[in-house]
């Protein structure tokens, strides 16, 4: 069946520091790949996809790119700022069972 | 404009009783969910609906009865709560069937005292 990991959080940075949330997953077929955010208090909502091979999903500074050889999708960010402060999803589909596949969620904090 | 509603925001409510959540979306989009989010933030899927029709039924009590009036509503009632159901119920809806992006409603938190 699909999975996906994600690393455990909370991960803890400073403002601008360089952020990365390891992403692998494990599917049949060709998946669709996203990460979606959840500020607190609020629902999730999409960050980022990649729907192929070597696809690069961005939006709002953060970047992933779609490796099929390592079957990653790492969010990255050049400068987190406080504001990113929230838990961030990875997640699959690939057509069968009408379903996405969600990682557990990865508390990101960013302090001054 | 809300894309996703959800209604009532918060619900806290005694273990026996009956309660319903209800969900609208206004994007036209064939397919609703709704997932349940534990305290860990860990989120799981527990029904899906198309065109009012059920398809995906996770393993949830049967105490959990969704119902979808027509495309745009989803409902979720729930029979004789239970501590453990204190969580965030979130309703979703996608209409692009060829990368299933899902949009999300701001979430229910009940809590069952």
């Known amino acids: 069946g699909n999975s996906v990991t994600q690393m455990e959080g909370p991960v803890t940075l400073s403002e601008e520091a360089f952020l990365t949330i390891n992403c692998t997953y494990t599917?049949?077929?060709?998946?669709?790949l996203f990460w979606y955010v959840q500020y607190p208090g609020e629902g999730l909502q999409l960050l980022l996809k990649?729907?192929?091979?070597?696809d690069k999903g961005s939006n709002k500074g953060f970047e992933a790119t779609y490796r099929k050889e390592t079957t990653s999708f790492h969010l990255e960010k050049g400068s987190v700022q406080v504001s990113d402060s929230a838990v961030y999803f990875c997640?699959?589909?690939?057509?069968?069972?009408?379903?996405?596949?969600f990682g557990t969620g990865t508390q990101l904090k960013v302090e001054l | 404009d809300t894309a996703v509603s959800q209604t009532p925001k918060y619900l806290v409510t005694q273990m026996g009783n009956d309660k319903s959540i209800k969900c609208e979306q206004n994007?036209?989009?064939?397919?609703m969910y709704w997932y349940k989010q534990d305290s860990k933030k860990f989120l799981k899927i527990m029904f899906s609906?198309?065109?009012?029709?059920?398809?995906i039924n996770e393993t949830v009590p049967n105490r959990f009865s969704p119902k979808s009036p027509d495309k745009a509503h989803l409902n979720l009632h729930i029979n004789s709560l239970e501590l453990g159901d204190s969580a965030v119920y979130f309703c979703?809806?996608?209409?692009?069937?060829?990368?299933?992006?899902?949009?999300f409603g701001p979430g229910t938190r009940l809590t069952v005292t």
């Open positions: 997640a699959l589909f690939t057509g069968g069972g009408n379903k996405l596949t």
């Open positions: 990649a729907t192929k091979a070597d």
């Open positions: 979703a809806s996608t209409g692009d069937s060829s990368s299933y992006e899902q949009y």
């Open positions: 599917a049949t077929g060709y998946p669709s």
């Open positions: 994007l036209g989009h064939d397919t």
């Open positions: 609906y198309n065109n009012k029709e059920l398809i």
